[in-house]
């Protein structure tokens, strides 16, 4: 299934603490509740992994983040049963990221750290080594580990400059910008 094809508005923003903000809140809901009906309606499990994430993704943009951690272990625990190992790790890495909205600080560190470290080790993972950074980054600046996050926006943003996508690049600069600007009133 693709996103795009939902008859709901699962679009949003970030605000000024670069967190996605739903345009519609509560299309988002519906939404959500579209993908929990389709998932369960789903023989294939790498197919209902996918949409368990992307409910793990919404529900989080909303503030469900118990919900959330549920469902990103369930998409994980899906794709490593059929050995699905992108699959697994683009789901860790949005584990990650609801662990930090939780500000569950040595889960979401643990996380990323774990994750850095299976970059290390998988060079297929490699496509995906820009958002780890990226998300990592905005967690420890949410930690006031600054010096830490910009380390992190700057591997980001060397990896998206050779990707060459401008949206990527702008969110990077707008996370170092913010950086910049705490490191500048601390």
């Known amino acids: 299934m693709n996103i795009r094809d939902l008859p709901f508005n699962m679009s949003y923003r970030f605000n000024e603490q670069l967190r996605e903000v739903p345009i519609n809140p509560h299309q988002m809901k519906q939404g959500i509740i579209y993908l929990k009906k389709r998932a369960l309606e789903e023989e294939d499990e790498c197919a209902a992994a996918k949409t368990y994430g992307h409910i793990g993704v919404y529900e989080r943009i909303l503030g469900e983040l118990t919900s959330s951690e549920r469902h990103l272990l369930l998409a994980i625990y899906l794709y490593d049963r059929h050995a699905d190992t ?3 790790f683009l789901n860790t890495i949005r584990l990650g990221h609801t662990y930090h909205w939780q500000e569950q ?3 979401a560190n643990e996380t990323f750290q774990l994750l850095i470290e299976q970059l290390k080790a998988d060079e297929d993972l490699h496509i995906y080594e820009d958002f780890v950074y990226q998300y990592y980054g905005k967690c420890l600046l949410d ?3 600054v010096s830490r996050a910009h380390h992190y926006f700057q591997r980001a943003l060397e990896i998206r400059l050779k990707k060459g996508d401008k949206e990527l690049i702008e969110s990077t600069n707008s996370c170092i910008r913010l950086c910049l600007n ?3 009133h601390s």
Request: glycine fraction near 8%; hydrophobic fraction near 35%; charged fraction near 50%.
């Open 86 to 88: 992108i699959g697994e």
């Open 105 to 107: 600080w040595d889960k």
């Open 143 to 145: 930690q006031r580990v």
């Open 182 to 184: 705490k490191l500048k």
